[in-house]
């Protein structure tokens, strides 16, 4: 941390396009008098504005600890509990892992922290705002992937990720050098100007990716299996970027049920069953916790219904 968070690196700049550095340029309202300029020198201009603009910019941004803070949750629909009594805390500079058989909970659980639905009864704050009376304020600093991943179907991912940079205020020369960044990481410029309702799972995924990336850092994420759909390169730099952005700051927290992701990936683990928590700490104190367990699958299984003979 000590970062300025609207810092851009020469590196982000230079793997940008030709038509995308001249429109950086504009942005940054840099005046270019010859007709003919070697893209280096347009680099090293940009690079010198850039410079200039990051010593101006005001404090860096840290999160309220816990930046999660769910407190007796309880979620009904009619006669059915979704989630029973839930405690659940997340600091900045922590992935936790909200694991549990299929029903569990966790969608429930990462819907009413976001905001789409509201609790039967408890509380949820983000980043030190409670959801219910602060709601914009509460989702300002939230990213969301969601289980089924919809979005606008009529944008390009081009609009939808210039789009979501303008919501969060994000200043328009940081976001044209964060798309390129995140549309490179996630393989997505083959789709740039597509539109969104004819990608598939996997890429509709990276592109809600993209859009939440393009936002100024330190994020408060709840991300619904986000690993299930992508391939093997896809998975992996998401993982590499999280871990990244867990040591920079930000808070995280996963669903899934693919425990190696969460084995790499997670500090520490929430595993819930039927709507209650069954166990919770680091993978070292489940283990120390289940005698018979030697990983997290046995932990996991042990604690839902037992280990299969
Ligand atoms: N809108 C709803 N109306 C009625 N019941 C619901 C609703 N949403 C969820 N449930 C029920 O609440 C329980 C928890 O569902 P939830 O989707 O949170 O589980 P989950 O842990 O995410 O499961 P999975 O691993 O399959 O995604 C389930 O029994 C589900 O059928
Ligand atoms: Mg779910």
Redesign the pocket.
């Known amino acids: 941390m000590g970062e300025n968070h609207h810092l851009i690196e020469r590196a982000n700049v230079e793997q940008m396009k030709n038509k995308e550095l001249l429109r950086l340029a504009q942005t940054l309202k840099l005046s270019i008098l010859d007709r003919k300029i070697l893209r280096e020198e347009l680099v090293d201009k940009i690079m010198k504005e850039i410079d200039f603009r990051n010593e101006a910019d005001g404090p860096e941004f840290i999160l309220h600890t816990p930046a999660i803070n769910i407190e007796s949750l309880i979620k009904r629909?009619?006669k059915?509990v979704?989630v029973w009594g839930l405690n659940l805390q997340v600091n900045p500079g922590e992935i936790v892992g909200l694991v549990?058989?299929?029903?569990?909970?966790?969608?429930?659980?990462l819907r009413i922290l976001t905001g789409i639905i509201k609790p039967t009864s408890g509380s949820v704050e983000v980043n030190g705002f409670d959801m219910l009376s602060d709601p914009i304020r509460a989702k300002s600093t939230i990213g969301y992937i969601p289980?089924k991943p919809t979005c606008y179907p009529s944008l390009t991912v081009r609009e939808y990720i210039t789009f979501m940079a303008r919501i969060y205020e994000v200043p328009a020369e940081v976001a044209l050098v964060r798309m390129r960044q995140f549309v490179d990481m996630f393989q997505l410029d083959e789709f740039l100007d597509s539109y969104i309702g004819t990608l598939s799972k996997g890429n509709l995924q990276r592109a809600l990716l993209v859009g939440i990336f393009v936002r100024n850092p330190p994020y408060v994420l709840a991300l619904?299996?986000p690993i299930y759909g992508l391939d093997p390169r896809g998975a992996w730099n998401l993982k590499a970027y999280l871990k990244q952005l867990r040591d920079e700051g930000s808070a995280i927290l996963i669903?899934t049920?693919i425990l190696e992701v969460a084995a790499d990936l997670c500090d520490r683990f929430v595993i819930?069953n039927e709507?209650t928590v069954v166990g919770r700490g680091t993978l070292d104190e489940l283990l120390a916790s289940q005698e018979n367990a030697t990983n997290l699958e046995e932990v996991f299984l042990s604690l839902t219904g037992g280990i299969p003979q």
Do not use: Y
């Open positions: 629909f009619g059915k979704a549990g058989p299929n029903g569990a909970g966790k969608t429930t659980t289980e619904d299996e669903s049920h819930m709507s």
